[in-house]
């Protein structure tokens, strides 16, 4: 397997490399089982616990396990392309001639090299640039768009939402908080204001707020003032909104956030 001399554009272009080779036309082509086994990788999903996925090959094959209790056919298949970008951008026997790599949390952003050059990889792969910009064409930012992107796409809505923060049309903020806490976030740089404190609790005058306190949560599109998410903002003035929509996720106690100028 060749491999791509290492630069800060590895991921993107190991990915784009796969797509070529195997000739993917577009997402309903792309089935990454039948890539993992043509590179001598065997795919099956376990029970792992707490694990999310893990990754194990040597120079003549691999396995790949994906935790079976994943509920969410998206997240399962991200977290596969996820594993395979572990392979196809660390791939050197020469350094691991038996390589392992587990897998515990599903964070973007997370600040660890490897496992966010795996999320880019698998954002590319999954969400090809050319194939995504051609989807949002002519099409206005809502939640409701998210949810076409993570259904043409097969990905998670959060994986959706991470993507178009990263090459989408419009500006744009992505904020996914659990049990009340920020978690992570995807913000445009063209976005006005940049700055969110990790593990900072969501605002009460967010619809995000009432999910966690469980009370009914309003999905439609509402104006919040910039200053609510944007606290440390100096800049901010007051009678600065945004559009803001939730979309809650029960079944992690979390709740995705879509900000946009107004």
Known sequence: ??????????????????????RIGGPVELDLELIANAEGIIV??????????????DSNCGIIKINNRIKG?????????????????????????????????SLFNSGKK?????????AELLMHKPWFSKYIRDKKLSMELLKE?????????????????????????????TEGEIKWKAINEYFPFQYIKYK???PNESAAADFFAGRE???C??????????????????????????????GYNSVLTLLWEE
Not at 153 to 171: D, H, M, Q, T, W
């Open 1 to 22: 397997m060749e491999i791509i001399a290492r630069n800060k554009s590895i991921p993107v272009k190991n990915a784009e490399r796969i797509i070529n080779e195997y």
């Open 44 to 57: 099956e999903e376990t029970d792992l616990g707490k694990l999310l996925g893990k990754i194990t090959y």
């Open 73 to 105: 056919e998206g997240q399962k298949r991200f977290t596969l392309a996820h594993e395979l970008g572990h392979y196809f951008n660390e791939y050197d026997l020469k350094m691991n001639p038996i390589y392992r790599h587990i897998d515990r949390f």
């Open 114 to 122: 490897l496992e966010d050059d795996a999320n880019e990889f698998a």
């Open 149 to 177: 992107i993570s259904n043409q796409f097969g990905v998670s809505i959060s994986a959706a939402g991470f993507r178009y923060a990263e090459i989408g049309k419009y500006p744009c903020a992505i904020i996914f908080s």
């Open 200 to 202: 900072s609790r969501v």
């Open 217 to 219: 949560m309003q999905t």
């Open 221 to 250: 599109e509402d104006l919040i003032e910039a200053k609510y998410w944007f606290p440390e903002d100096r800049k901010i003035e007051r009678g600065v909104y945004l559009f803001e929509q939730c979309f809650s996720m029960p």
